[in-house]
C-alpha cells in the first residue's frame, strides 16, 4: 500500500500582497525622487557657479594683457567678448580658427560652431537633448551676405552692459551712455568702476525663452558680434525714456533681453572682483540697477 509522501508547502504572493508591495515601491519612489532632483540642481548649480568662477578669471587675465577688458563686440559685425577670452579658458586650438579681421559671416564655419562646454549652463541645456547651435537669427544686418542664416555656437551667460539697454553711445541714442562693465567697440579699464569691482557686475546668466532656444535674435550664436542680445543683457531701472524695467526673469517664456535662469528662483553672476554671487530672482530691480551700474556713486542696499 502507497503511502502519501509529505506535503510541499509552496510560498508564494496574494494578490492583495503583491498589491500592497507595489505601492509600498511607488511610495518609496515618490520620496526619494524629489531629494534625487534637488541634489542633481544643487550639482548642477555648483558647475554653473564654476562656469562663470572661470569666466571671471579669464577676463582678469585679459585685462592684465591688455589693460583693459575685452568690449562687448568688435567692430563691424566681428567677434564677441566670448570668443576673446578663448585663449584664457583654454581654447586656444578654436581661438586660432578666428581671423578677427574678419566679420561673424566670413568665418570659417570649424570657427563659428566651435563648442565650449564652460559657455553652458548643464540646468538649462543638457547635451543630450537641447540645440547648441543657432536655429535662425544669424543673418548679416547689412544685408551684404543676403537673408542666408550662418549657424554658430551658443551660450548661456551675458557680459552686464549695464542699465540703458545699449552697449554703445551713438546717433540717435539720446545721451544713453552705457554705464556697465562692458561696451562697444573698447573694453572698460578697472578704473572705470567708480563703484568698486566687487559692487559691479561683469557676467551673469543670461534669460532664454524655454521654447526659443537657438532662436534669434535672443538667442544667436554666442559668438555674432553682429547684435547685442547675442551675447549681452542689461538689468535693472532704466534712468532713459521709456524707462523700461529689466528685472530678472521670472518666466520661462519672457521674450526681452533679461538677466535669467533656469535655477529655482535664483541667477547667477560673477563680479568685478572675480567672486559669483547667487541672486534671488525676486531681487528688487532699483538694486539690481546698481549692481550692473559700475559708476552711479549710490549705496547698495543688502541683497
Not at 58 to 74: F, I, M, N, T, V
Request: with cysteine; aromatic share 12%; net charge neutral.
Amino acid at each position: 500500500m502507497l503511502r502519501p509522501g509529505p506535503r510541499r508547502l509552496r510560498w508564494g504572493f496574494t494578490l492583495i500582497e503583491l498589491l500592497v508591495v507595489i505601492a509600498i515601491i511607488m511610495l518609496l519612489m515618490g520620496l526619494l525622487l524629489p531629494a534625487v532632483q534637488r541634489v542633481r540642481e544643487a550639482a548642477n548649480r555648483m558647475i554653473c557657479g564654476s562656469n562663470l568662477k572661470q569666466i571671471g578669471i579669464a577676463l582678469h587675465h585679459y585685462e592684465l594683457d591688455y589693460g583693459r577688458l575685452p568690449p562687448s563686440r568688435l567692430w563691424d559685425r566681428k567677434a564677441t567678448w566670448a570668443v576673446l577670452i578663448l585663449p584664457y579658458i583654454e581654447e586656444d586650438i578654436l581661438f586660432r580658427q578666428w581671423d578677427l579681421t574678419k566679420s561673424y559671416y566670413d568665418q570659417t564655419d570649424a570657427a563659428r560652431t566651435g563648442i565650449v562646454k564652460i559657455y553652458f549652463c548643464p540646468t538649462r541645456r543638457a547635451p543630450s537633448h537641447m540645440p547648441r547651435m543657432s536655429i535662425s537669427g544669424d543673418i548679416s544686418s547689412n544685408g551684404m551676405k543676403g537673408w542666408t542664416h550662418y549657424p554658430g555656437a551658443l551660450g548661456d551667460y551675458a557680459a552686464n552692459v549695464g542699465t540703458t539697454g545699449m552697449d554703445f553711445d551713438g546717433p540717435g541714442c539720446a545721451g544713453m551712455t552705457p554705464d556697465g562693465a562692458f561696451e562697444y567697440p573698447h573694453g572698460r579699464r578697472w578704473a572705470d568702476f567708480l563703484d568698486g569691482q566687487s559692487n559691479t557686475i561683469l557676467v551673469g546668466e543670461k534669460h532664454v525663452n524655454i521654447d526659443k532656444f537657438g532662436v534669434g535674435w535672443l538667442d544667436c550664436s554666442f559668438y555674432n558680434g553682429d547684435y547685442d542680445t547675442c551675447s549681452c543683457r542689461t538689468g535693472g531701472k532704466n534712468k532713459f525714456p521709456p524707462f523700461t524695467d529689466h528685472p530678472i526673469a521670472r518666466s520661462f517664456y519672457e521674450e526681452r533681453a533679461l538677466f535669467g535662469s533656469y535655477h529655482p528662483n535664483r541667477c547667477q553672476f560673477v563680479f568685478g572682483d572675480g567672486s559669483v554671487h547667487n541672486l534671488s530672482a525676486d531681487i528688487d530691480v532699483i538694486t539690481l540697477a546698481l549692481l550692473c551700474n559700475r559708476s552711479d556713486g549710490l549705496v547698495i542696499p543688502d541683497y
